[in-house]
């Protein structure tokens, strides 16, 4: 919402200079976004210093300045002024400005093979004299600190700009801020001008509103206007309009947008002579159509509110009118409308047109009903003014009363709410000033709201009439209380942080990436999941929410491969989804690491990152969260993004139905799909939801602490086995020999090749062996080894290797 | 008695020299060998005359003395010059680089949020969470914005079917419906995480964070409110004195209203919050709308309370001196390497929120 102070103070008589006006604005509600001069073209010649004005190349008589403008990087233009030298303070018109003598716009030019970006100017190219001999010379003492400015100083009327909220209809004209402003003590607002118009004669063109079902129209005033001659707007009028950045148009058509800014009341003018017999407010049929003002024709579905006549529709009530029934500059007779459409059926008949106009952003946020004849009365004395012509008696056709919403205001919910006491007397002036009705009874106000004011329902709205007017700075500011009744964190959630911090500190870096991708890339990670789509995607390549993390993971990772990161870790933490239902999703935490451990160190042997890297950080991950590593079951079942050999899940225990985590390198084909010009990729995901939390605290999950002086040995054993055979398996039976005794099984050996068959594998592993109870003597060690080889031997077909 | 005198004389003249162990090992069989220099003038005792050989061996075993002590010594002298050769020979460049370690790095995001949780559980918040899909009802209409409202238009909605059932939340307030429909009050809870709107140039990204506030009880008034904030924003940007205003605004599900500014004051381009003339928005706030406390089956004669939202990356922005907000989902890992966080600084009261 637009307007000048002058414009302001029409309505309001103020002391308070302008920037006391801003302030208040600002205070009550009425949100300033800014105050200043309507741009003007002048604004873009800039003082500007000739640095260095050297001998064009290819011609004689020309020169190349470089150019100071105040920014950063100096500019090089091609001058032909025989007075432009080193250091002369001058102006400059940069490309786009139009030059005002000539009315051509500039813009970037090659002059005589060198490029000029913008000119320097004569005094008679700007029209400030008929001096063109030279460029304008700028006295030193007065310019030298202004290089960069502006040159001119704009005259325009600051504007002020207001973000009006959704809820504050009645601020979308001029009158609506005065009354505002009045109640905040900002001044009075002004009676309004008695009307001296003469009506004579009647309204000869019938209005009619039907019954139809949904019927958005409810109220239409008219009143014609006879024997006008229509013409350019008077200079007021026009620099009103102007000065919102509009273009005025004829008398008549700024005529009715004047009146709406200034009073919040949309009109609407139709030549008279175009109307075929009478008005007809309907719904309109599907397959109906009509050219709108904007020049495009608009096709219309079933109940849209329009306006028509015995030929059809002549305009969208409330929204846009028209070109049949258009005015013109030759427009003889006018009929002035002045109606009230629901906020709905303006909403919903926009949105399906995706149609948006003035009109239409002022009836959907509710407009005042009972401002129809002010409205009229207001535009019409202007029209006449201007245009002369004789006015009818209004016409108003009704479909519904518009009665007076009462509210009851318990007069204590003002101090419970906003921690603060106001006089009943001070409530019941501001709520006066702003247009209503007030009756103290006992301990309520009975309020009639006035008829502006569709965003007061109930008694709340109320507080924060009386609250935003009395200023929030009242509010009294009271301290916190530091007492807690419920963990910040639960158990879940604290997981989430300690998952977070634990892969960070193995080496990856953090990223938060779209929840939503690339459906294309989405696929190679999505497996049997379920793809959900966006209906309406920001762009084709983010629509789909994603259904893993990898498909972000991996086009970032590229991306910075492709910005020659070579060796990179990447993780995030965050939401995957199985489903458009809420809750149809999961959290993990995802990682990726490329390329080599180690890349040109000159002490440790550069290598691959590989499948083992994988495990070691997802394995220390868990086992930091206090996982117990000991119970974990490890397979070979990861997703089909995973290298199918060089991969594995993470299972909590052996009974564990589904895995917490996966690991390992990624599937070579995935690779090359994306030519992802790594030496090696390696992913892991642990699956935050699935991770089952223990119901103790870490502290009460200990055993008691116990420890054993006895002596410790250490045995080493190789056993041949199967290769099929996983070493899990080997070490668990190892273990289970004798839990109390078996402290350490370490595989510290695997070998194949020769010397052993060709589907059999070595594995060396070393065992420590110590009791709680006593030395262990040879023939208890021997015992226990032997015990081991046998165990081995009969559960898995190994065979101790000599 | 003067071959013994110049036995030792000679010898310990060539134990001067610089000698090697091999030398000294020569010396020592020359000397004490079977056949060695001391052991012969020993063998000679046997035929001497008592009263000679007494003196004579005491002499003789002083010069043993002096000799072994002079070899001993020099073997010693020996040994400790080769371990400082070998040292010597074992020294290495220290300049040269360390082995390689890696720490990763916390998005600022992250960081922030942690943060922000810190400040308000020490005013006694916990932290509740929602999905980031949700229904209509959830997203607007429980939150007294009826569909046909115009506030919708403000949010720019991602939905996930046709008939605009299913959505991704425009905001982290549908928190608020959750938390209050799935227990009694009183609740007071903070929600961040993600919320997406269908804009994105240059100051919009299609996904961003909020953290959602929420404090409901029996006698919440808008004083509990600016206290809260007042608390958090001087918590939070680490600074004693901080220049806020709360100025009347408009959201469906707040009445009364609020929108929060901080002072600040440009300088070489960065921006000093605290101090200067110019305002900078930061947050929305309010008193929980009756209707919605309807809808969420509280009792709006009973209890009360106050609601705010504000956006996390932007207070990461504020805080940290980032000025682009498109860079914090592009995943460049110089950005990440720059603005992220060591994974052990993590934000706490005692150690203050930041190093």
């Not at chain 1, 535009?379 to 519904?400: D, F, H, P």
């Not at chain 1, 101090?415 to 009705?437: A, H, P, Q, Y």
């Not at chain 1, 039976?733 to 052993?756: A, H, P, S, T």
């Not at chain 2, 009694?184 to 919320?195: D, N, S, Y």
Request: glycine letters at 6%; hydrophobic letters at 35%; one cysteine or more.
């Amino acid at each position: 919402m637009k307007f000048t102070i002058n414009w302001l103070k029409e309505h309001l008589d103020t002391k308070l200079d302008d920037q006391k006006i801003i302030d208040k604005l600002t205070s009550i509600g009425l949100e300033v976004e800014s105050f200043e001069s309507q741009s003007s073209e002048l604004d873009k010649f800039i003082v500007a210093k000739i640095l260095k004005a050297e001998k064009h190349p290819n011609a004689d008589r020309l020169k190349l300045c470089d150019v100071d403008i105040g920014q950063k990087e100096k500019v090089k233009v091609v001058c032909g002024a025989p007075n432009a030298k080193n250091d002369l303070l001058t102006v400059y018109a940069p490309p786009g400005a139009t030059i005002p003598k000539s009315q051509t716009k500039l813009s970037v030019s090659k002059i005589r093979g060198v490029t000029s970006y913008g000119m320097l100017c004569s005094e008679s190219e700007l029209k400030l004299s008929n001096e063109s001999e030279g460029i304008i010379t700028l006295s030193p003492t007065k310019y030298s600190k202004q290089v960069g400015k502006k040159y001119f100083v704009n005259k325009n009327q600051k504007v002020v700009d207001l973000s009006i909220t959704p809820n504050r209809a009645d601020c979308l004209g001029v009158r609506g801020i005065a009354r505002d402003l009045a109640a905040a003590g900002a001044g009075k607002l002004k009676n309004k001008n008695k009307s001296k118009i003469n009506f004579s004669g009647l309204n000869k063109i019938k209005v009619k509103i039907t019954n139809d079902k949904n019927q958005g129209c409810t109220k239409f005033g008219s009143l014609l206007i006879k024997g006008i001659k229509n013409t350019e707007s008077p200079k007021w009028l026009k620099e009103k309009i102007l000065s919102l950045g509009q273009k005025p148009i004829s008398a008549v058509v700024d005529v009715t947008n004047y009146v709406m800014m200034d009073l919040n009341r949309p009109l609407h003018a139709y030549d008279a002579d175009k109307i075929d017999k009478g008005i007809i407010v309907r719904n309109s049929k599907k397959g109906e159509s009509f050219e709108a003002l904007d020049n495009k024709k608009y096709l219309l579905g079933d109940n849209m509110c329009v306006i028509s006549d015995a030929s059809g529709v002549l305009g969208l009530g409330g929204i846009i009118g028209g070109v049949r029934s258009g005015t013109e500059l030759n427009t003889k007779n006018i009929l002035l409308e002045s109606a009230y459409f629901k906020p709905k059926s303006i909403r919903s008949t926009s949105k399906i047109l995706n149609l948006d106009t003035d009109a239409k952003y002022r009836f959907e946020r509710g407009i005042d009903p009972n401002s129809i004849e002010d409205g009229l009365i207001k535009a019409a004395e202007l029209i006449q003014n201007i245009c002369g012509g004789t006015i009818s008696k209004i016409n108003i056709t009704k479909k519904e009363k518009s009665n007076h919403k009462a509210i009851k205001f318990p007069i204590d919910l003002f101090n419970n709410t906003t921690g603060f006491k106001v006089e009943v007397r001070g409530m019941t002036k501001i709520l006066s000033d702003l247009g209503f009705l007030v009756k103290k009874n006992k301990k309520d106000l009975n309020l009639k709201v006035p008829s502006w004011r569709p965003d007061i329902l109930q008694p709340i709205d109320i507080v924060e009439e009386i609250v935003r007017i009395k200023g929030y700075d009242r509010i009294k500011t009271e301290l916190p209380e530091k007492t807690r009744n419920k963990q910040t964190l639960n158990a879940r959630q604290k997981l989430f942080h300690f998952l977070q911090r634990s892969v960070a500190s193995k080496g990856y870096y953090e990223t938060v990436t779209w929840s939503f991708t690339d459906s294309k890339i989405n696929e190679l990670f999505k497996e049997e999941k379920h793809e959900v789509k966006i209906v309406n995607p920001i762009s084709s390549d983010l629509n789909v929410l994603r259904s893993s993390i990898f498909s972000n993971l991996i086009f970032y990772l590229k991306k910075n491969l492709d910005r020659d990161v070579k060796d990179i870790s990447l993780f995030e933490i965050g939401p995957i989804f199985s489903g458009k239902k809420p809750g149809q999703q999961q959290i993990v935490i995802a990682g990726i690491k490329s390329g080599m451990i180690s890349r040109l160190n000159w002490i440790e042997k550069e290598r691959k990152v590989d499948v083992f890297d994988a495990k070691r950080d997802v394995m220390q991950t868990l086992i930091e969260t206090g996982l117990d590593d000991k119970k974990f079951h490890i397979n070979s079942n990861a997703p089909n993004y995973y290298h199918p050999g060089k991969s594995g899940a993470i299972y909590q225990d052996s009974k564990s139905n589904y895995p917490i985590a996966f690991f390992g390198e990624i599937h070579p084909n995935i690779n090359q799909k994306l030519q992802i010009k790594t030496e090696a990729l390696i992913l892991f995901e642990i699956f935050l939801d699935k991770i089952e939390l223990h119901k103790n605290k870490l502290k009460d999950q200990k055993n008691k602490y116990e420890y054993s002086d006895f002596q410790k040995s250490e045995r080493d054993f190789a056993f041949i086995i199967d290769k099929n055979l996983n070493v899990q398996e080997l070490v668990k039976i190892i273990y289970e020999i004798d839990n109390n005794l078996i402290k350490n099984v370490k595989v510290f050996d695997l070998y194949e090749g020769e010397n052993i068959p060709s589907d059999k594998k070595s594995i060396a592993l070393n065992v420590t062996i110590q009791s709680l109870k006593k030395s262990l003597n040879d023939k208890d060690l021997e015992k226990i080894n032997n015990l081991i080889i046998s165990t081995v031997e009969s559960k898995t077909g190994a065979k101790i290797r000599s | 008695m003067s071959d013994i005198i110049k036995i030792k004389d000679e010898y310990l003249l060539k134990l001067k020299d610089d000698l090697d162990l091999n030398n000294i090992n020569q010396i020592k069989s020359e000397l004490f060998g079977k056949t060695g220099k001391i052991s012969n003038e020993f063998k000679k005792m046997g035929s001497m005359s008592p009263d000679i050989r007494k003196k004579f061996a005491s002499d003789l075993n002083a010069i043993k003395d002096e000799l072994q002590k002079t070899i001993e010594k020099k073997i010693k002298d020996i040994e400790i010059k080769e371990i400082i050769q070998k040292l010597q020979n074992e020294k290495v460049d220290v300049t040269l680089p360390e082995r390689s370690f890696k720490r990763g790095k916390i998005h600022p995001v992250s960081q922030v949020i942690d943060e922000i949780s810190s400040i308000f559980s020490e005013i006694g918040f916990s932290v509740a969470e929602g999905p980031d899909v949700e229904n209509e009802y959830n997203n607007f209409t429980a939150l007294n914005t009826p569909d046909n409202h115009p506030a919708r238009d403000m949010h720019d909605t991602f939905y996930l079917d046709d008939n605009k059932e299913y959505l991704l939340r425009t905001h982290t307030s549908p928190v608020q419906v959750r938390t209050m429909l799935g227990g009694k009050p009183p609740f007071k809870v903070i929600a961040p995480g993600r919320t997406y709107r269908s804009d994105s140039d240059q100051t919009h990204a299609p996904m961003f964070h909020q953290v959602e506030g929420l404090h409901i009880d029996k006698n919440i008034n808008m004083g509990h409110l600016k206290g809260c904030l007042n608390y958090f924003i001087k918590e939070f940007f680490e600074i004693d004195k901080i220049k806020m205003r709360f100025r009347p605004s408009h959201f469906p599900f707040t009445e009364p209203s609020a929108e929060v500014d901080i002072g600040y004051r440009l300088k070489d381009g960065k921006i000093i919050i605290g101090e200067g003339d110019k305002w900078l928005e930061i947050l929305g706030c309010g008193m929980v709308h009756p209707n919605v406390l309807k809808n969420v089956k509280v009792d709006p004669q009973k209890y009360q309370g106050y609601a705010f939202g504000m956006g996390i990356d932007r207070l990461a922005m504020l805080k940290y001196g980032i000025n682009d907000l498109r860079a914090f989902f592009e995943t460049d890992y110089r950005w990440l390497n720059h603005f992220g966080f060591d994974p052990l600084d993590v934000p706490s009261n005692y150690r203050g929120l930041s190093r």
